[in-house]
C-alpha cells in the first residue's frame, strides 16, 4: 500500500506493509491511498452514446471479415479524445467488459439466424451419441463442429491474454488489418476454382423423397469434409487471435483453399464461430460485474442490443453476398484501412 505524503519539495511515498489495500486520504491530502485500486477509479465508465456506436461497428466487423477486435483497437483510436480514453483495452477495462457482453450478443444473434441448422446439428449429436454411430449428414457435421472448434478453444484460453495485452495497440492492429487484406486477396486469386456439389439424399431412409431446403443442401455438403480438412479450417480462427486478422475472413480463406464455394465456406465459418464466440463471451461475463464496472452495466447492455441487431442483419447480408460475390473488395478495405492506420499512428 502507498500513501503519499505532501512534502514541501516533493511527495514522498511511504510504503505501508500488512495494511488492506482501500482508498482513502492521508492528512487531508486528497491523494487516493491505493495506487492499484487508484488506477481502477481513473478508468473512465463507457457512455450511452459510446456504446451504441462501438456495438454498431462490433456487431457489423465480427463477422464482416475485416476483424472486430482490430476495429475495436483502431476506431476508438482515430477518434481520439475521450473516446480514446473511455474506449481503451486493458486488463480491468470497463471497455474490454463492455465488449465481451457484445461478443455474447454476437453469439446469440447468429444461434437465432442458424437456428434451424443448430436443431439439426444438436439433434444429430444426440443420435449419434445414443446409437453410438455417425451415419447421418447431420451427426457427421455436428461431430466436424465439435473437433474443429477444439484447437481455437485451447489456443483462447492459454494466448488470447497475452496477445491482448502486448499487441492490443494501434500500430499493430493496422499491420494485421493490412495483412488480413492481403491474405484475403491472395485467397481469391490462388484458391481452388470452384466446384458444384450435387447432394445426394437417395441414401436417406425415407420411402418419399422430401423436398430439401437450400441450408439443409449446404449441410449436407460441409458434411462430406474429411475430418482433417474441418480441424484445418476451425485452426484457421486461432490466427484471429491477432488484432487485425478476421475470425469469419481467415476461416473462408482455409475454407476457400480446401475447395468449398465462397457460399459453404461462408456458412461454415458461422457455424464455426457460435461456438467459439459464445464460450469466450460467458467465460469472461463475470468481469463485467465486478464494483469497477458497474458504472457500464447499463451502456453495455444497450450496445449488445445494437451489437446483436448489427450482427443478424450483417449475417442476413453476407449469406446473400457471398451466394454471388467474392473476398475481394473486403481485401481491398482491410489493405486501404492497415496502412492508412499504420501511417497515422506511426508518424
Not at 59 to 69: K, N
Not at 245 to 271: C, K, N, P, Q, Y
Not at 279 to 303: H, Y
Request: glycine share 8%; aromatic share 8%; with cysteine.
Amino acid at each position: 500500500m502507498f500513501i503519499y505524503v505532501n512534502n514541501a519539495e516533493r511527495a514522498l511515498p511511504l510504503i505501508l506493509p500488512g495494511v488492506n489495500c482501500g482508498v482513502g486520504t492521508f492528512r487531508g491530502a486528497g491523494i487516493p491511498v491505493c495506487a492499484k485500486k487508484t488506477e481502477r477509479l481513473r478508468m473512465s465508465a463507457v457512455t450511452y452514446v459510446e456504446a451504441i456506436v462501438v456495438g454498431a461497428v462490433q456487431g457489423v466487423s465480427e463477422l464482416f471479415p475485416v476483424s472486430s477486435l482490430g476495429h475495436s483497437i483502431l476506431f476508438p483510436a482515430w477518434l481520439g479524445g475521450q473516446w480514446a480514453r473511455d474506449l481503451s483495452i486493458g486488463k480491468d477495462s470497463p471497455y474490454l467488459a463492455v465488449l465481451v457482453a457484445m461478443h455474447v450478443a454476437t453469439a446469440l444473434a447468429l444461434v437465432v439466424f442458424f437456428r434451424k441448422d443448430w436443431v439439426r446439428v444438436i439433434g444429430g449429436l444426440w443420435t449419434s451419441i445414443r446409437d453410438r454411430e455417425v451415419r447421418t449428414p447431420d451427426q457427421r457435421l455436428a461431430w466436424l463442429l465439435i473437433l474443429a472448434t477444439i484447437p481455437v478453444g485451447l489456443a483462447g484460453l492459454l494466448l488470447e491474454g497475452l496477445l491482448r495485452d502486448h499487441l492490443g495497440k494501434p500500430v499493430p492492429a493496422a499491420i494485421f488489418l493490412a495483412l488480413n487484406g492481403g491474405v484475403l486477396y491472395a485467397a481469391e486469386k490462388f484458391s481452388r476454382p470452384r466446384t458444384e456439389d450435387t447432394v445426394d439424399f437417395s441414401a436417406e431412409d425415407t420411402l418419399v423423397m422430401r423436398a430439401v431446403t437450400v441450408e439443409e443442401a449446404a449441410d449436407v455438403r460441409l458434411a462430406k469434409l474429411r475430418v482433417g480438412e474441418a480441424v484445418l479450417i476451425g485452426s484457421a480462427q486461432i490466427l484471429a487471435l491477432l488484432p487485425g486478422i478476421s475470425r469469419s475472413g481467415i476461416t473462408m480463406v482455409a475454407g476457400l483453399r480446401r475447395g468449398l464455394t465462397h457460399e459453404d465456406a461462408a456458412r461454415f465459418a458461422f457455424l464455426l464461430a457460435t461456438p467459439v464466440i459464445l464460450a469466450a463471451g460467458v467465460l469472461k461475463m463475470p468481469s463485467l460485474f465486478l464494483p469497477e464496472n458497474q458504472a457500464s452495466l447499463g451502456p453495455a447492455l444497450v450496445g449488445s442490443l445494437v451489437a446483436g441487431v448489427a450482427s443478424y442483419i450483417a449475417v442476413r447480408f453476407l449469406t446473400s453476398y457471398f451466394e454471388t460475390r467474392t473476398l475481394t473488395p473486403f481485401a481491398i478495405y482491410c489493405v486501404v484501412a492497415g496502412i492508412g492506420s499504420l501511417v497515422y499512428f506511426s508518424v
